[in-house]
């Protein structure tokens, strides 16, 4: 298995995708108060924040179901990502420092599951094995 988590892996990248967008929900809020920089909004645009969102999703989907389904075994690192998800679509529903605070640690949470799949698949062998080594 991979013996590096840093590097070109579906968790290495669903990290960084989860830490951006932890960072971007933290940040903007911040950037938008500054004065020259008050009209930078487009960073707090909702098609932007879904799309964050939505490639989080896409990349936690592909990674840690399919390394559940063909190596480990071990529904940690999916219920460490369904906290996240849950967190960030809870913060949907609330607004000021509540919904960053829920984001950002969503966000920080997806990120660890990914950690989490990357030291599961390290440590496993492929669920699927052709017969004879073929």
């Avoid at 108060?33 to 896409?58: Q, V, Y």
């Avoid at 849950?86 to 969503?106: H, M, N």
Wanted: glycine fraction near 8%.
């Amino acid at each position: 298995m991979r013996k590096s988590f840093f590097g070109l892996n579906w968790d290495f990248v669903g990290f960084m995708a989860s830490l951006t967008c932890a960072l971007h929900c933290a940040i903007v809020p911040i950037i938008l108060t500054m004065g020259a920089l008050g009209g930078a909004t487009w960073l707090e645009h909702p098609f932007l924040e879904g799309s964050f969102i939505a490639l989080s999703l896409m990349l936690a989907s592909w990674s840690l179901i399919g390394s559940y389904i063909n190596n480990h075994r071990n529904f940690s690192a999916l219920a460490t990502v369904l906290a996240g998800f849950i967190l960030i679509i809870a913060s949907r529903f609330v607004e000021g420092s509540a919904e960053i605070l829920l984001t950002v640690s969503g966000g920080l949470i997806i990120a660890t599951a990914h950690y989490i799949n990357w030291r599961l698949l390290k440590d496993s062998e492929p669920v699927y094995q052709l017969k004879n080594g073929s």
